[in-house]
Each structure stands twice: as structure tokens, then as C-alpha cells.
């Protein structure tokens, strides 16, 4: 076995929690273990994995990933923009940015990352990406302060009629194209449906029995035709 070990400042502490609860499972099923640490100024996961676990691994990095380009960016992109919406359309606003530049912004972050026994996700963030927050800044740069509601319904058509992606909305849980889950609004501060949909990239989103009407009204507003009601 080996011990590899995650941590993060105390203020996002709930990012290891995060990253504990999706490595959770595959850590059982590889004969691994993980443990979760609070300090007064640092939060960690420690885990113990098999040497040969590289999938194990791979999911590991993937994950810290995740929350750089998710709940690093989220936080980024709120401080920063300008515009003339409600906190909860600037939020949607975040998470749609966010999903548009998703699988870059992911891809780049881990191959920063590397293969170490120890990872410190501020310490990643600050150090080794400056580019991919020049690339956040022109992105934010792009947005004018006039900014409304009736740019970002526009936003969000173009990145829905853009994607093919496929997702399921059962009672109050997002699945992915597999089925799986999806917990990632998570990152944002709370889990929360519409922000979700927004985040997993959706350009179909089919429900599976009723939802909340204010569920219906956002997919109604935002997707149109490709919330498809059963």
C-alpha cells in the first residue's frame, strides 16, 4: 500500500469532504481506505491505496481537478463579474461559463498536477496555473456590465442548441449519460437542480416523472424543446 494525501485550507474544507465522498466507493472496491482530517488551519484526506491501483489513481487527480475547475473557477468567476443579474442568475451564469470551457479547463488542469504522495489544492491553484487564470480573466473581459436576463437565456440556447449531451432528471437527482449521479453543483456551495443541469453541459434533458415547478419553469425557460416530460 501507499499513502497519498489531499489537503486544503480550512475555508474550503468541504472540498476534501467532497473529494472523500466521490473517491469513497472505488476506494472500497480497490482494497483501499481513506480517512478524513480537520485541522485548525488545513483540511486533508488521507488515503491508503494499493500500488497498483492507477486507475485508483487516475480518478484521484481527476477529481482535484474537478474542483479547481469547478469550485476554484465558481469562486473566481463570482468576484470578478460585472453584470446586471440576480444572485441566482449570476450563479447560473457561473455554472454555464464554467460548463462551456469544462473539458479544457479540466484536461489542462491535470496534467499540472503530476504524481506525487502529497497534493495540496491551493497550492496547485496558486502556483501552477496563472494561464488558465489569464484565460478566465479574457473570458470575464468578454461579459459587459450591461449584461441582463435576456443575455444570459440567449447564453444558455447557444450552449444548449451546441451540445448533444444527454441527461436524466428523476425527482431531485441529475444523472449523467451513464446513469451516474451527478453531485457536482456541490462545488458551488450547495446542490442545487437547475445549477447542475447547467453544469453537466446538457443539450437534452429528459424527465423522469414530475418535477418542481420551479424546475419546470427554468427548463422551460432555458431548454425549450430539449426538456423532454414523461
Avoid at 470575464?140 to 436576463?149: D, Q, T, V
Avoid at 447564453?155 to 451546441?162: S, W
Avoid at 453543483?185 to 437542480?193: A, N, Q
Wanted: proline share 1%; glycine share 10%; net charge negative.
Amino acid at each position: 500500500m501507499e499513502e497519498i494525501t489531499v489537503s486544503e485550507r480550512k475555508e474550503h474544507g468541504s472540498y476534501i469532504t467532497y473529494l472523500y465522498n466521490a473517491l469513497s466507493e472505488s476506494l472500497l472496491k480497490a482494497g483501499g481506505s481513506g480517512e478524513l482530517l480537520f485541522g485548525d488551519e488545513r483540511s486533508a484526506l488521507s488515503l491508503c491505496v494499493p500500488k497498483t491501483a492507477e486507475r485508483l489513481r487516475a480518478q484521484i487527480a481527476a477529481k482535484i481537478s474537478e474542483i479547481i475547475g469547478i469550485g476554484y473557477k465558481s469562486e473566481y468567476l463570482q468576484q470578478r463579474l460585472r453584470v446586471c443579474l440576480s444572485a441566482k442568475e449570476k450563479k447560473l451564469l457561473c455554472a454555464a461559463l464554467i460548463a462551456a470551457d469544462y473539458d479544457g479547463d479540466k484536461g489542462y488542469i491535470r496534467r499540472k498536477i503530476g504524481r506525487h504522495e502529497e497534493y495540496a489544492i491551493d497550492g496547485i491553484y496558486h502556483f501552477r496555473l496563472a494561464a488558465l487564470r489569464e484565460k478566465w480573466d479574457r473570458i470575464i473581459g468578454y461579459i459587459p456590465e450591461g449584461f441582463a436576463s435576456g443575455d444570459l437565456k440567449k447564453f444558455c440556447e447557444f450552449l444548449v442548441g451546441e451540445s448533444k449531451n444527454k441527461i436524466y432528471l428523476k425527482g431531485n437527482t441529475v444523472f449523467g449519460e451513464n446513469f451516474a449521479p451527478l453531485k457536482r453543483s456541490r462545488l458551488l456551495g450547495e446542490e442545487d437542480l437547475e445549477t447542475e443541469i447547467l453544469l453537466s453541459e446538457a443539450g437534452f434533458v429528459y424527465c423522469l416523472g414530475e418535477v418542481e415547478e420551479s424546475v419546470g419553469d427554468f427548463l422551460q425557460k432555458y431548454y425549450a424543446e430539449r426538456a423532454i416530460f414523461s
